[in-house]
């Protein structure tokens, strides 16, 4: 089951995220989103357990708790399906994920 995971301190790392999982049981991944260009947190990030009812069970008691110093309560939930991108052209004119414009 992945786990969508917001509402995390900006200075929590994929390790923390995985141990505050783990208690539920098995995690498989454990991913704390970053910023391309700062580095840093973003604040929410990614947990895929090993299997749904421990998944479950981490919604339900991790959902709006405040985690350390953080006034954000967490939002804990079954992450949805990304549909694909296309990554073309904003203007509509979608020429595939690999079109690059030619440099002059």
Do not use: C, W
Not at 22 to 42: I, L
Not at 46 to 53: G, L, S, T
């Amino acid at each position: 089951m992945n786990l969508f995971v917001a509402g995390l301190p900006y200075d929590l790392d994929d390790a923390e995220l995985e141990e505050i999982f783990e208690k539920f049981g098995p995690v498989v991944s454990a991913k704390v989103t970053m910023d391309r260009d700062t580095g840093k947190s973003r604040g929410f990030g990614f947990v895929r357990m090993q299997n749904a009812e421990d998944g479950k069970q981490a919604i339900e008691l991790l959902n709006d708790i405040q985690l350390g110093k953080n006034k954000k309560p967490l939002v804990v939930k079954e992450a949805e399906d990304r549909p694909p991108s296309s990554r073309g052209r904003q203007d509509g004119n979608d020429r595939g994920s690999d079109y690059r414009p030619r440099r002059f």
